[in-house]
């Protein structure tokens, strides 16, 4: 009876042992995985690190772009300005991940495959190199607010239009003062008035009766 309890009982602790051991496996896959489909989300304008910071993308200037590409927009062509630089060793700007994406969640995908002048170079950078283009977008719904870096279909780092300040309260609305009374004018001098019977009376020629 007790040689069965001792069984019972290491059998017991042998599962244990192997439960702690599974979760304890499983626990850095699970952080690896949460910090994987982490997002970072900037203002226009701000940075977002890729790859464990081994580079850094900066996003400005989302809006409607008035320059000539080779491609015919079905909707309205759109642009941004987008600086990829090497932080830790050679990294390649990747543009065919850069989507722009409307309030209802419409994205519209980069013209990556469309040569420009003004785009973005493609090449590899050496450590500490950075480059700096235009990305553009063809726009067939509603206008996009946010620029959005999407690795596998993930969403990695998104870019937001910060709102626009409120305007000032109209001048009307402000508490009126009551202006200082006037001061009395002073007395005019003898003689300083523009009427007639202001001016003095004229001197008599000597001699004259």
């Known amino acids: ?14 599962g244990a042992a192997i439960a702690a051991a599974a979760i304890v496996a499983s626990a850095p896959m699970a952080l690896a ?9 900037a203002a ?12 850094v993308w900066t996003v400005t200037d989302l809006k409607p772009s008035t320059d000539t590409i080779n491609y015919a927009p079905r909707g309205t062509l759109w642009e941004v300005t987008a600086t990829n630089e090497a932080l830790r060793g050679s990294v390649t700007p990747i ?9 209802d969640g419409q994205n519209y ?23 700096s283009g235009k990305i553009y977008f063809d726009v067939t719904g509603d206008q996009p607010t946010s620029v959005v870096y999407n690795a596998g279909g993930n969403d990695v780092l998104v870019w937001n239009k910060t709102a626009a ?25 003898a003689g300083a008035g523009s009427r007639a019977s202001d001016l003095p009376a004229a ?3 000597p001699g004259a009766p």
């Open 33 to 41: 995985d949460a910090d994987a489909g982490a997002v970072t989300t």
């Open 44 to 55: 226009l304008g701000g940075q977002g690190k890729l790859d464990g910071g081994t580079q």
């Open 203 to 205: 001197t008599p020629a």
């Open 95 to 103: 543009v065919s991940n850069f989507n722009v994406r409307a309030a």
């Open 165 to 189: 300040p409120a305007s000032a309260p109209a001048a009307a609305n402000a508490p009126k003062r009551q202006a200082p009374a006037a001061t009395p004018a002073a007395p005019a001098a």
């Open 109 to 131: 995908r980069a013209l990556f495959q469309v040569p420009s002048q003004q785009g973005v170079n493609p090449a590899t950078l050496a450590e500490g190199q950075k480059t």
């Open 1 to 14: 009876m007790n040689a069965l309890k001792m069984t019972n009982i290491s059998t017991a602790f042998a």
